[in-house]
């Protein structure tokens, strides 16, 4: 159980264009979902979170008007990268937590690779 | 807000070695500890967490963690190391963030590479 799917898995995008990034969770109702960001070797950082049916909440030095988060339902949430730039390119990853289980674990998807030329 | 360290960028083991990879953690008032994997491109995998009562905490894939509250320290552990050990591990803590909501905070990571 408890399993975060993420589509796509890998997208290269012209710079300038739009990227959208779909976080599921398959078997569970997620009361909120984060999304992180990494840097190749480097730890993930929280970008934001987001609750079903409410605006997402970003973390300071992440531009919200750039990175347009939607959570749509408990099990759905998106992000949208706007108007790419090759500083764009990183490894992204959402995380879900479990409406019934209390609330202490998060569940992570496989992760987006993000290639912005 | 809490946080996690991890002093070692990498450690390398030989198979059949036992492996450690350190974390020690500053937090405020009661710690919710996790340690995570990561292979090449891919998601976190959990592997245990501390939330409270026994310091020994037994997790997936042979892995365990031993709490100590005085040290401030939560190691991850295995007393044999497998080649397909080798991956990213990563210390996190329960933190509550700006928007209100708690989430995980990560320390940097330790490549583990066993050898073999």
């Known amino acids: 159980g408890a399993v975060v799917s993420q589509h796509p898995s890998r997208v290269i995008c012209k710079s300038g264009t739009s990227v959208k990034i779909e976080c599921r969770s398959l078997d569970f109702q997620a009361t909120t979902m984060f999304w992180y960001r990494q840097f190749p070797k480097q730890s993930l950082m929280l970008m934001a979170t987001s609750n079903e049916g409410s605006k997402a909440t970003y973390e300071q030095g992440v531009e919200k008007d750039k990175f347009l988060i939607n959570h749509a339902s408990l099990t759905l949430s998106t992000l949208t990268v706007t108007s790419a730039h090759p500083e764009d390119s990183s490894f992204y990853i959402c995380s879900a937590r479990d409406r019934l289980a209390g609330g202490y674990e998060q569940y992570f998807g496989p992760g987006t690779r993000l290639t912005v030329t | 807000a809490q946080s996690v360290a991890q002093p070692e960028d990498q450690v390398n083991v030989a198979e059949g070695n036992p492996l450690t990879v350190k974390c020690t953690y500053s937090v405020s008032g009661n710690p919710y500890l996790f340690w995570y994997v990561q292979y090449p491109n891919r998601g976190l995998q959990f592997l245990l967490k501390y939330i409270t009562g026994d310091n020994l905490v037994k997790g997936s894939y042979g892995f365990e963690a031993e709490f100590n509250k005085s040290q401030t320290s939560f190691h991850l552990k295995k007393p044999s190391a497998l080649v397909s050990d080798s991956a990213l591990y990563f210390c996190?803590?329960?933190?509550?963030?700006?928007?209100?909501?708690?989430?995980?905070?990560f320390g940097k990571g330790t490549m583990l590479l066993v050898s073999p």
């Open positions: 996190a803590v329960r933190d509550l963030m700006n928007s209100g909501y708690s989430t995980l905070t």
